[in-house]
């Protein structure tokens, strides 16, 4: 539950402080931009470091997970055994 709903959590929570943090001058924070052209990211290079950059290690972990879980399956739960113990004779 940590996974699935705290990762999303805090890159929301970066997005959004990163967005509001007071724009200087001569400062190279890469923000978000949201909402000043459209409803979404401004540019390529954000919509990259803050959606599709997240997104696909998520989405990489997801896959690893799932391969966990079918492994374990497979070779654990669903494993027949051809040779039964002297209790089960």
Known sequence: M???????LIL????LIMDRI???????ILRPRFGE???????????LAYF???VGVLLVINILLFLSTARQLTCGLWK???VKS????
């Open 2 to 8: 940590a996974y699935a709903w705290g990762v999303p």
């Open 12 to 15: 929301t929570a970066v997005a």
């Open 22 to 28: 007071p724009k200087t001058e001569g400062d190279n």
């Open 37 to 47: 052209v459209r409803c979404w990211f401004v540019d390529d290079l954000a919509i």
């Open 52 to 54: 599709f950059g997240p």
């Open 80 to 82: 027949h055994d051809d």
């Open 86 to 89: 002297t209790s089960e004779r």
